[in-house]
């Protein structure tokens, strides 16, 4: 058995049972119940196991589904948790407990946190991304960027996610300057930044691009399960290639833009990524300039470390909103476990990148030293 | 240059102007404008072309962004539509005109509604398809279903979206099973349907499954968009196989359960489907389970047949609440071109699933004579 947990809108406790009742027969049998032989009701037909009040006009119904019923694929589990139930507006899944038969066929990450952390060589305070960007330059101004933000120090660069394969930059062309830029920043400074290339595109290419960027030394990647869908992230992770994998949400708002319907931010931003293959999972902070709460944000970043299967813990990659005033709210939500993405707030601090990185850099290590001064005073 | 159009919500129309240029941003640049170098703003960034009123506390805004941005890729093209704005709340995607140069690069459908039509054989008529189900048979006992349905002479017999590769009926049995079944009966009627099986599954599995499946005489394919990605039915469209395709839309729920939010449902559920290589589209009807207004599948359908490129039109597939009452309602809405989708509301009229097929197509047939006969008198 599979076990879910949907927030369901009904007018009283003998609603929510009915609408609960319809939602284990919607998701698998799909035939009103006179119509489903008893053998299957019995065997195949999820079950409602405690409904419980949620809140003002809301119940939580705790569904078990057979495993079988989801077969061997993460497509068929996600269809069986909600394919056909989220089209009836009022329903919201919430939470997700899988069996071991089931965990075992996911690939989860690949590296974790602990892993993408030695990838950048940070251990002691939470790792710097930055991105390249604005969509519209060349690859060779793009280079030129990373070679900045190398020669700054930060830990990670990644494509901004608008980055694809336009004719202004070339996903080819761009992931080979921009490695060949960071690498030669690197053998200057004596550390190489993590540079992470938004792999997209028609989806019997990923493979292939996501080869080439390892063959130009390319140590980690970036992918929109969203726009790819969330079993592009699964083949990517399964297909034995060893870069770790930044998931971005762009194409997943819908999911969470309702309060009501969709799926709850911590299990489809967190849970369901991670058991997808994300070793890092990049999401709106708050304070930023989307709409997320502190408290999504932080249950996100609790779903990126809770209890799952065998699979190690990924890396929250907040971003937005990471100003100098901000860092310490972040530190204290996020933890140290976590991979700051700073785009426009980064270089707001200085024209220049090398300088702007280098500033922001430091203002995470003040954070960092001013928790460390305040932990020995305590 | 490609156009979009968003409603927006908003206090007044100087706040939705300020949403409006965010988004042109947002979308592209991922910038803050001051941060932008000018010969981006001016080639590569979203432009607000028009703003007006959109019912209470909303406008509409109609942006046009460089076709470049959008580069080659069906997934490039969807995260400049859609990528990041629909994280944020009050944003959704209306309308979408694309340039020659981006409609030649998408496959759109095969066949499309008169292809479909010509396999099925049935030209005077919606057609009428049912679906073979619950979960938890066997490959042999669908197969039995699938018999019984044949010979009752309905149109096309689909999988039901749940089915997938569970242990219960592997896919692989179940496709060969059910066509062996389908061609008996047809050899005895004079007529085979179309069946039309659920290809699902690991992505790089997909177009494996769907070659075998044609192997067996399958003559169309289903595929479930929302849970495998848009790009995958892109992929299977272009792929050359030839089987047109029914658009399942499972897992695309939360896109239209917010009316303030994600996409608007001819858009996600007739255009970008039809674009994509959808050759028939299911959706909810109004009036059965699912809460879809008669305006919204209104839409859809029209969607599904208004000028779009070179590319033909696609059938509306509305499925749920075609009782007998209300087929009159649905062939109004709906027009001649359509595929009825009918599980329950057909089982319900005779135990019998042969007797039950021939009873729901004199129903259908009735009500087309019916208005034959209406407008000779008119």
Do not use: W
Request: glycine fraction near 12%; charge should be neutral.
């Amino acid at each position: 058995m599979l076990f879910a947990t949907y927030r369901i809108q009904a007018r009283d406790e003998a609603d929510a049972r009915a609408l609960a009742t319809d939602l284990c027969y919607e998701q698998t049998a799909e035939l009103p119940p006179d119509l489903v032989p008893p053998g299957i009701v019995d065997r195949y037909v999820g079950r409602l196991l405690a409904l419980q009040p949620a809140g003002t006009g809301a119940f939580a119904a705790r569904i078990g589904f057979p495993a079988d019923c989801a077969g061997p694929d993460l497509a068929q589990l996600l269809n069986l948790l909600y394919g056909n139930i989220l089209l009836k507006p009022g329903f919201r899944l919430e939470q997700l407990e899988l069996p071991a038969s089931i965990l075992g066929r996911l690939p989860g990450p690949q590296l974790g946190a602990a892993g993408f952390r030695a990838l950048a060589g940070i251990d002691h305070r939470p790792l710097v991304c930055t991105a390249l960007k604005p969509m519209g330059l060349t690859a060779k101004e793009l280079a030129e960027q990373a070679r900045a933000m190398a020669l700054g120090g930060v830990d990670c660069i990644k494509d901004d996610h608008g980055l694809a394969d336009q004719p202004m930059a070339p996903f080819a062309e761009r992931v080979e300057r921009v490695q060949e830029a960071i690498d030669s920043a690197g053998a200057a400074t004596g550390r190489t930044p993590v540079y992470i290339p938004n792999v997209s595109g028609p989806q019997e290419r990923l493979a292939e691009r996501a080869a080439f960027a390892k063959s130009r030394g390319v140590k980690a990647l970036m992918l929109l399960p969203g726009i790819q869908g969330l079993d592009s992230l699964r083949s990517l992770a399964a297909s034995g290639l060893g870069l770790p994998i930044l998931a971005h949400p762009a194409g997943l708002g819908p999911f969470v833009t309702s309060a009501t319907s969709g799926i709850a931010h911590p299990l489809i931003l967190g849970t369901l990524l991670r058991l997808a293959g994300a070793d890092a999972t990049v999401f709106p902070s708050f304070g930023g300039r989307f709409g997320f709460s502190e408290a999504e944000c932080r249950a996100i970043a609790e779903a990126c470390r809770a209890p799952l299967g065998a699979f190690p813990a990924i890396l929250p990659a907040p971003g937005g909103g990471m100003t100098a005033e901000r860092l310490s709210a972040m530190r204290e939500a996020y933890g140290r476990d976590a991979l700051y993405l700073v785009g426009g707030g980064l270089r707001r601090l200085d024209p220049d990148l090398t300088t702007s990185c280098r500033k922001f850099l430091a203002l995470v290590e003040e954070v960092e030293q001013g928790r460390e001064a305040g932990s020995r005073r305590s």
